[in-house]
């Protein structure tokens, strides 16, 4: 085989890759953010309509829904200890907006769950108490506050039963139209978010 046929091989199986490259990405918001895409695991769907994120921490892992991105502007990371990152879905044309915040934290203060609770209660004005949801790995506290009739925050610290891990998630629904037929299906959204706590994977 002469050399410029080897050159020209060599140069085909680039082209190939390169392009199959290419083609595999997904057309879905996540993947097509580019900030988003650096924290999915793959691009194959964990389950459907969800890929698995990882945190830049490496602390944990979760669901993230294929058609949210991440805020590059809000995103902090402190060493392996500390992140904060946001999300943002938008549902309905437009009509309805939802997102969510999640603060990562690896610290011995996550120990002192009341206080961690009381914590978060303050930063929506929050009264009620906690529902609790014990799984063999976590244990999620987990509450729901109406705002108005097109407005609400759900909200949850999801605590590691092995280690000091923990994140805590505030989530809001809420309507950019309240006269454009948006309508709130809460119990879906509660689906959703629950969905979202339960895979949370925590990774020592």
Known sequence: MSL???????????L???????FNVPDTRAFQDEFTKEFMQSTKE??????TFESGTGGYTMLFPVDATLDEGYYYKQGDVIENISFANEEGEG???SGARISYDSRSINEYIDVQLDSLSNKIKYEGEYDIIELNDKSIYYAKKQESSSSYFLISFVK??????????????SCLDEGNNCDINIELEEDFFQRILKSVEFVN
């Open 4 to 14: 410029r046929l080897k050159f020209m091989l060599i140069h085909m199986m680039l």
């Open 16 to 22: 190939m890759v390169i392009m199959g490259g290419c």
């Open 46 to 51: 964990a389950e459907e309509g969800y890929y």
């Open 95 to 97: 009509r309805l907006i």
């Open 160 to 173: 590691a039963k092995n280690g000091s891990q923990a994140i805590e998630i505030i989530y809001r629904i």
